[in-house]
């Protein structure tokens, strides 16, 4: 029996009311761990078992998404109020986009990693109805939560962070995740319609999120980090660097039976063209992200549920790079892409066991706070 450290129990009410405050940002932990089932099917390196083991991630994933579908479910029928004011707080509502990214990437991991397991056919079923759910949830959330920011939250000028981001990346992840079904569509105007509709998902996410990438930047530059937990979400910003670069080369290899060879030829030198320029500036966030992260680190920042923003991202990153060792076939970015599923895994093993101490323990249920966080210099920097 697990020895319980006196003053560390949670309260009594805690474990009664588990459904009382859990909010959307519980589904990154299905996007973080279904992505490490996609990158290792999709990692250009060889490794014993890999296979086996993404199979059993893809399962979790899949068996947790239904668990909190089961879970949000019962939060909205027993408490409505809680829920909807989730939608209007400023922090938790951009999280609503990870609901829909959940079904998208347990839905891609049918494809690349579960035909094996529950059959190629139903693989690709189960995958059509989760893209069609997925994408019609990112589609709201990137039209109803950048709304309510406009109208209804208080937004203050130093509020910028990577969870902005959360409700106008599904379509990107939309668009990459649409790529693998491309290829079991009949082909004719269905099939076209579907690669030039992921292209402009693609756009749709690609625009919006370099508007907020600019304004985190330029919080970072005018105010700081918070030195809060809320720090971790600064790798979300890899997520549609590393996801538009995947998305790119998906679409381009899949162009080739959709559309005119010239056109496909083209959309395929895309996927360089684009790629490779947008994984340079990815390293250049993941060494920036680092750097703020260990900073944070070391003055003590606890445990959070936004710790998950260190595995979704990363992996689309794989996922990118992954992508890129297939278009130029160099070695550089096959070994890139090793490097940074092992970084991969072991942030996910650790964010994993951090999540489940945490909810035995209750103090991961708590609810969102009201009042916006404010960033931070250094005192000594004027």
């Known amino acids: 029996m ?60 899949a068996v947790l998404l239904i668990v909190l579908i089961v879970l949000v479910g019962g939060h909205w029928l027993r408490h409505p109020t809680v829920a909807r004011r989730h939608a209007r707080n400023p922090q938790m509502a951009h999280f609503y986009g990870a609901a829909p990214m959940a079904l998208l990437t347990v839905g891609a991991g049918a494809v690349l990693v579960g035909g094996d397991l529950i059959g190629h056919r139903v693989a690709v079923d189960l995958d059509w109805v989760l893209w069609t759910l997925g994408t019609l949830g990112g589609l709201f959330t990137a039209v109803s939560i950048p709304y309510l920011m406009f109208t209804q939250h208080q937004v203050e000028p130093d509020a910028a962070f990577g969870g902005w981001l959360m409700p106008v990346v599904p379509p990107m992840v939309s668009a990459a ?14 099939r076209e319609t579907m690669l030039y509709g992921c292209y402009a998902m693609f756009g749709l996410s690609l ?57 496909a030829e083209d959309m395929n030198a895309f996927a360089v063209i ?16 680092t750097s703020l992260t260990i900073r944070t680190l070391r003055r003590g920042m606890p445990f959070a549920l936004t710790w998950w923003s260190l595995t979704f991202p990363v992996g689309t990153f794989v996922t990118g790079t992954a992508q890129l060792a297939a278009h130029t076939h160099l070695p550089l970015f096959k070994v890139a892409a090793g490097i940074a599923y092992a970084g991969l895994l072991l942030t996910w093993l650790l964010v994993t066991a951090r999540t489940a101490r945490g909810s035995l323990r209750g103090n991961l249920f708590a609810p969102p706070s009201e009042q916006p966080i404010k960033a931070t210099k250094d005192p000594l920097r004027s």
């Open 177 to 190: 995740t649409g790529a693998l079904l491309i290829p079991h569509m009949v082909a004719g105007t269905g």
């Open 207 to 263: 625009l919006a999120s370099l508007n907020i990438i600019a304004m985190i930047w330029s919080r970072l530059v005018l105010y700081g980090t918070s030195g809060s937990t809320r720090v971790p979400t600064l790798w979300i910003v890899l997520g549609p660097l590393g996801q538009s670069t995947t998305a790119a080369g998906l679409l381009g290899a899949a162009a080739k039976p959709a559309v005119d060879y010239e056109v």
């Open 274 to 289: 684009f790629g490779v320029p947008v994984w340079g500036f990815a390293v250049l966030w993941i060494a920036l992200a």
């Open 2 to 61: 697990a020895t319980v450290i006196p003053g560390d129990e949670p309260p009594p009410h805690t474990r009664v009311e588990v459904l009382g405050n859990i909010g959307p940002n519980w589904f990154a932990s299905v996007m973080g761990t279904g992505i490490v089932a996609i990158a290792g099917a999709t990692l250009p390196v060889h490794i014993l078992g890999l296979r086996a083991f993404t199979e059993a991630v893809w399962v979790i994933a």
